[in-house]
């Protein structure tokens, strides 16, 4: 397939997705509608996780509940920090675990509450805890909450905090967290966003929780391809095309791709509506901006995930409550 019928087929896609699409909230699938499975030719090197470690983190996949995207992103991306640091069978979070369901009942508890409290559960909303949206699953601040408190770097950090000495050393040993995790909200365009990630992959080579399909999903991402080095030619490094793993296929509804693990072409993820090729929006009420806090928009800044791209990634601010998010030059976000 050339260039131009690629392209083709994600502007027919598109297309007909916009004739058969209905809402339905975070559980929003396309039963019958499926990406093809290799959708890409890439060009230039990958940057990015372990694909095969990926697998291995993602072994309780699909996602255990219709609006668990959230919840399975977290496993995936919490499991591999521990495999980081203890090798690719380091998975706490498994089926003989109950690992999904676990971390559900941690975004539902008090641990789980931001600074400024937690979303009144609405009309739509899930009512947990992590949540300062009245989002219908997991907004993006509770999945980055999530990500920090069940990754090795929670563990570290709380060992720290309470000053634990698994070691036995003396004086004790403790284990001071190397990176964090914070939410990104991308205000520039797609082109720039994706190159922004780009950026995160390299650098960390760790997989994303990226929110998709305007609010409705989440899907990890796992690298990119690209001509050029991603960390010395940002912006413009010329990502190619995109490795994306959806939680939702296994599933009675279906994911928003063919396999669990499918190559974009970048010219697809870029411009496909399920993909990036639309910014985060309500949803008819799913995915609201947040109620509390310094997000809440105002008339001064009308919107926070709304309108742009976001997505989860690590950082070195490991200080920096998981509260607070991120812009696309890492700079810490103090309004909407």
Known sequence: MTLLERRMLAIALVLGLLTITAASGKALQLTGWRTPVASATPIGNFYGANESWVALAASEWPQRDPNWCGVANIEVVANYTYQLAGGASNTPFTAATNGQQRIWNDLNSDAAISQWGYAPKGTKGSGIKANIA????????????GIFDESNFGANWR????????????PPVKLKPAYTFHNVIY?????????????????YGQPLSVTIAHGLHSDIVSGVYAQYDPLTHYPYSNVNAVNTWDPAVGTPSGGYQSTREVTWESYA??????????????????DPDPAVGIYVPNAQYPTHWIGYRTDIEPDTYIIISPDLALDENFNIMQHP
């Not at 993820?269 to 799913?286: K, Q, R």
């Open 159 to 170: 060992q720290v905090r309470s000053g634990a000495n698994p070691s036995g050393a003396n």
């Open 134 to 145: 009245s989002d219908g699953g997991t907004d993006p601040r509770a999945i980055t909450w």
């Open 269 to 286: 993820f870029n411009n496909n509506a399920n993909m990036w090729g639309s910014p985060y929006n309500a949803n008819n009420g799913y």
């Open 187 to 203: 205000h520039n365009s797609v082109n720039f966003a994706v190159e922004g990630m780009a950026r995160t992959l390299e650098r």
